[in-house]
């Protein structure tokens, strides 16, 4: 199981991510705050998670910025 909110850029509003095996949804949450920290936040529940693959992988699907 995997549950969070995700930070997409250009979204005004929250991205709620709930996921069960090979199923997931995905839907709007509520609008970020003023001020608010934009932050994404997983929980993954299970047994024997291999945190080093997992965390490898979503390190995968960070957007790349460059400096000038």
Do not use: A, H
Not at 6 to 14: A, C, F, M, S, Y
Not at 18 to 36: A, C, I, N
Not at 59 to 66: F, I, M, S, Y
Request: charged share 30%; net charge positive; glycine share 8%.
């Amino acid at each position: 199981r995997i549950k969070g909110i995700i930070n997409l850029e250009d979204e005004l509003r929250k991205v709620i991510f709930q996921s069960v095996r090979s199923s997931f949804k995905l839907e709007r949450g509520t609008p970020w705050l003023e001020g608010e920290v934009r932050l994404t936040k997983m929980v993954f529940i299970g047994y024997n998670l291999k945190r080093q693959s997992l965390q490898k992988g979503l390190e995968g699907c960070l957007k790349k910025t460059t400096t000038n």
